[in-house]
């Protein structure tokens, strides 16, 4: 049989134009757990610490062991230990985009994701700016020709970046340059601070190779 070759274009502009949305999300470490009260449904959203206590609760009231919580609340609630939050998912359909395809996708799509990623860092938690600048790392690796977001000087005479274009392939990513890494190296949290030097070190060693 024949391959099936889909045009997944709509999807990357789909998930290009969510990523400013969900940099302004508070709660996009938060799990959703359903629960019943009284008859209606409602939802509660959870922390990473908050999942893990709820996880141990859970588990302990299993055993005979409700760990502080009622009986009645237990048979109530409605929770699955693998719903994961608005970033696990992010970063699952970011890694099968870019990093999970045989098809190596153009430089000026994974620029313009790259860009955009490393704006919303600077609005997400510790853990989720850490996934994003951990991410744009592995992009650099895979797609060697990234390195030019890293330096102001090739972007002279570039025209303009279309900051506000929800089209990856439009935008003239690489008019511009991914300045929040050196905001980020600043970060007030130090796992941010350590990912993002870590991703400047190699990006030095790499341009300290090439012109060797």
Avoid at 26 to 44: C, F, Q
Avoid at 150 to 174: T, V
Avoid at 197 to 205: E, I
């Amino acid at each position: 049989g024949e391959a099936l070759n889909l045009d997944i274009k709509d999807f990357f502009h789909q998930m290009y134009a969510l990523l400013p949305p969900l940099a302004a999300n508070p709660r996009i470490e938060a799990t959703r757990m359903s629960a019943l009260s009284d008859g209606t449904r409602y939802t509660v959203y959870l922390t990473p610490a908050d999942v893990a206590t709820r996880t141990a609760q859970l588990r302990a009231a299993k055993t005979g062991a409700a760990a502080g919580l009622e009986s009645a609340q237990l048979d109530e609630a409605v929770w699955e230990e693998t719903v994961r939050s608005e970033a696990d998912l992010l970063f699952e359909c970011l890694e099968l985009m870019f990093l999970g395809r045989s098809k190596v996708s153009s430089i000026t799509r994974v620029a313009a994701f790259s860009k955009r990623l490393a704006a919303a860092a600077l609005y997400w938690p510790p853990r989720t700016a850490v996934r994003a600048v951990e991410l744009i790392h592995r992009l650099l690796l895979k797609y060697p020709g990234l390195d030019r977001m890293l330096s102001s000087e090739e972007q002279a005479g570039c025209s303009l970046y279309l900051r506000d274009l929800d089209d990856p392939d439009m935008c003239n990513p690489f008019a511009t340059c991914l300045f929040e890494l050196h905001w980020l190296q600043i970060h007030h949290h130090a796992s941010v601070q350590a990912a993002t030097s870590r991703l400047l070190d190699f990006a030095r060693a790499e341009e300290k190779k090439h012109r060797m």
